[in-house]
């Protein structure tokens, strides 16, 4: 039964892969403060997994250390300002209760003796990484997430971890990103927060993968004939802000997963997409987990494209 008698807005439907050789950039473009959150057609069903791996798996996809306590709390109070007042078909906001129509739940604020960060989290169908500087190193590390939508990494390996670590398995990172993206959290304002895309080709459309699978065993019954079935297009919307009162920087991660038949109709985008998996190198395929799939793909898409040119 609907719980709700408004039409929630359609997905987004981004298209960040570039055809030409793979470039590890930050890629990073100004975000508009009245987009920083996206809610779609979506928001129930994935408030609903979320509330799920909260109950079922909670230290897989909740933590916080003590020194996330401000930013967790500032983060809470930057939402419940924000959602009544960009969605208001969605949030409203009664006194110390903030009403979600769509899932028609209601949390208490102020008395909740749930984490801050986790209930932002419950919130939105964003995850939400909070980092924090390290006095005695300077260094930006991952004091708390509120994160049930991962993209093959595990947040209690991560936790209380600096970029670089974090990072670690990102082959090219540390030369190509590590020192800039060391100076952007440095100097990062609140007034002038950025989003950035990510994407890949994944055999599996769980919103939670915590494990990226191994070997060249894997997706063999992906086939050329129905890879646009059995292959999804996983998209990352990132942003990154400044919070001004605790000195913290709030990382949200949004994830857009369509299978690849999405591009059934496209023909332009899935020649842009097989040119861009054409250009990711060999270390980049291996970190992607995409060897065994590429074949399939690529003959999919290079079908797909082929039928829009006929
Ligand atoms: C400007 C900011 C950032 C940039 C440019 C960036 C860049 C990247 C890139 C290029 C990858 C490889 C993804 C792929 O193509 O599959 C990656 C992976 C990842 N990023 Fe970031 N990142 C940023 C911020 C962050 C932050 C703040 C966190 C904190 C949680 C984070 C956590 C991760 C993790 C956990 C992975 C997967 C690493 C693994 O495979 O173990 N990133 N990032």
């Avoid at 209760?97 to 989290?121: C, D, K, V």
């Avoid at 952007?184 to 304002?189: G, M, N, Q, Y």
């Avoid at 004939?225 to 990154?240: I, S």
Wanted: hydrophobic share 45%; proline share 8%; charged share 20%.
């Amino acid at each position: 039964m609907s719980t709700h008698s408004f039409e929630l807005p359609p997905a987004k439907e981004y298209a960040p892969y570039q055809p030409g050789p793979f470039r590890l950039a930050m890629d990073l473009h100004p975000l508009n403060l009245a987009e920083w959150i996206e809610v779609d057609e979506h928001l129930p069903a994935e408030l609903a997994e979320k509330q799920r791996l909260l109950a079922e798996r909670h230290h897989e996809v909740f933590a916080a250390l003590p020194e996330a306590a401000a930013g967790a709390a500032e983060t809470l109070a930057l939402l419940v300002d924000h959602l009544p007042a960009r969605f208001p078909q969605v949030y409203h906001l009664n006194g110390d209760r903030l009403h979600n129509r769509a899932t028609a739940e209601t949390w208490p604020l102020a008395g909740s003796r749930m984490h801050p960060l986790e209930l932002a989290g419950r919130l939105v169908q964003e995850d939400l990484c909070l980092m924090g500087r390290d006095p005695a190193s300077g260094l930006y590390r991952l004091t708390g997430a509120c994160l049930c939508f991962p993209s093959r990494w595990r947040l209690a390996e991560k936790l209380g971890k600096p970029l670089d670590a974090i990072h670690g398995p990102v082959p090219g990172y540390a030369a190509a990103l590590g020192a800039p993206m060391n100076r952007l959290f440095e100097r990062l304002k609140s007034h002038k927060p950025v989003w950035r895309l990510n994407w890949s080709v994944v055999d599996d459309p769980a919103l939670f993968q915590p494990i990226a699978p191994a070997g060249p065993d894997y997706a063999t019954n992906v086939t050329a004939a129905n890879a646009g079935d059995k292959l999804w297009l996983r998209l990352e919307r990132q942003t990154l802000r400044r919070l001004a009162a605790s000195n913290d920087i709030l990382f949200t991660i949004r994830i857009y997963s369509r299978p690849l038949s999405v591009l059934a109709g496209q023909p332009e985008r899935a020649a842009q997409l097989a040119a861009a998996i054409r250009g990711l190198n060999e270390e980049m395929r291996l970190y992607k987990s995409m060897r065994p799939i590429i074949g399939a793909a690529l003959a999919w898409l290079d079908r797909t494209a082929a039928a829009g040119c006929g």
